[in-house]
């Protein structure tokens, strides 16, 4: 088992900033590809950004790229979301993922789950 610890969500004006950690622990060897997901309320979980574990490959949905940054700490074995410039429409709570990677960064299998964060971000 991959037990998942979010962190680092809460409230923000517009073109603000928040940084979201993950620590991770536990069969943390068997892990391939760490992700962050959000849903908002009414709306279905949403894939937001994803980082292979060894390699480091990156992917982002349009929405976010640009303005959003997963990276990870292998030692500490923790990977982080930088959100900049935040709308809005980012508002939602953020689950941390981890599991297999597929053919490429794109595709995960993920099977450990946070508890989630809350972002929400005023107008």
């Known amino acids: 088992q991959v037990q998942l610890v979010e962190s680092g969500g809460g409230l923000v004006q517009a073109g603000g900033s928040l940084r979201l950690s993950c620590a991770a622990s536990g069969r943390t060897f068997s892990v391939s590809i760490m992700g962050w997901f959000r849903q908002a309320p009414g709306k279905e979980r949403e894939f937001v950004a994803a980082?292979?574990?060894?390699?480091?490959?990156?992917y982002y949905i349009p929405s976010v790229k640009g303005r959003f940054t997963i990276s990870k700490d292998n030692a500490k074995n923790t990977v982080y979301l930088q959100m900049d410039s935040l709308k809005p429409e980012d508002t939602a709570a953020y689950y941390c993922a981890a599991g297999a990677i597929g053919r490429d960064v794109r595709f995960g299998r993920y099977d450990y789950w946070g508890q989630g964060t809350q972002v929400t971000v005023s107008a």
């Open positions: 980082i292979s574990w060894s390699g480091g490959d990156t």
